[in-house]
């Protein structure tokens, strides 16, 4: 089966699904086929699915990373001992985890194709990762605390784990509890880490999205949380800051350059 014909046929089981999108035509362009396979994926609950729809799922979703390129760890040089930048796409960066600003539902974006990381993790890991996540939540019985970390295997991604943890929402001033929250975050991941023998993750812009937390003050805090962790726990683990934004690759540079 082409890519094409993995492609159409995720999108043909997806619609007949729900009879809801009954009336939805197919494109003909593959881009637009794209954006309407991902906004399928992004608003499916957390529900069984057929073996041949895993499979033809996963081999489209690696047949679309080895196209898109992997970038690994050791493609990196370190700006600081163990600490490293990169801006690109984390659903392309190989670490051991890569870390996921998840909501409190802890099941990913259900916004179809939404510009967050959260749903750009959850589509190229696979409609897996959500019913990972939904497994861990019902046991739990409660929404995610902000601060806390979660870990699920990342399925169709290079990485090896998500690491999923709900950052602070900024919607006035920004207080002393957001900043002790957003630094909780880092802290959280990095025991969770160590937890599972990981030697490197790579972290994204915790809740300086959606969640409107100021990039540069957000930047510090994520800086002076890693260093203070790998120097109490003496770890050896490697960290990437993941960036996706230039302003954010500007701050990180500033703060890491020796």
């Known amino acids: 089966m082409q890519q094409a014909e993995k492609r159409l046929f995720l999108i043909h089981y997806l619609l ?3 009879r809801a999108y009954s009336a939805i035509e197919i494109p003909d362009s593959s881009e637009a086929q794209k ?3 991902r906004a399928l994926l992004n608003v499916r609950p957390p529900q069984a699915v057929s073996s041949e729809f895993l499979a033809v799922q996963d081999s489209y ?4 990373l080895l196209r898109g390129g992997i970038i690994s760890i050791g493609d990196l040089s370190p700006l600081q001992p163990q600490l490293y930048l990169w801006r690109g796409d984390i659903t392309r960066l190989k670490t051991d985890a890569v870390v996921n600003a998840a909501n409190s539902q802890m099941l990913g974006c259900f916004l179809p194709n939404h510009a967050c990381i959260d749903n750009a993790i959850h589509t190229f890991a696979g409609i897996q990762l959500r019913q990972a996540c939904d497994k861990l939540m019902k046991v739990q019985g409660h929404l995610e605390k902000t601060g806390k970390a979660k870990i699920t295997p990342a399925y169709n991604l290079p990485s090896r784990y998500v690491i999923h943890t709900v950052g602070p929402i900024v919607t006035q001033d920004l207080t002393d509890t957001e900043r002790d929250d957003l630094r909780s975050c ?3 991941c990095l025991i969770m880490a160590e937890q599972h023998h990981l030697n490197s993750i ?3 812009c915790i809740s300086t999205g959606a969640f409107h937390f100021p990039n540069e003050e957000a930047a510090q805090i994520a800086v002076s949380a890693v260093k203070q962790f790998l120097q109490e726990s003496k770890s050896q683990m490697k960290v990437v800051f993941n960036v996706f934004k230039e302003k954010d690759e500007e701050i990180y ?3 890491l350059q020796p």
């Open 16 to 18: 007949k699904e729900n």
């Open 35 to 37: 954006t309407l396979l």
């Open 61 to 64: 979703l690696q047949t679309e």
């Open 186 to 188: 880092y802290h959280s």
């Open 202 to 204: 790579a972290f994204c």
């Open 253 to 255: 540079q500033k703060i």
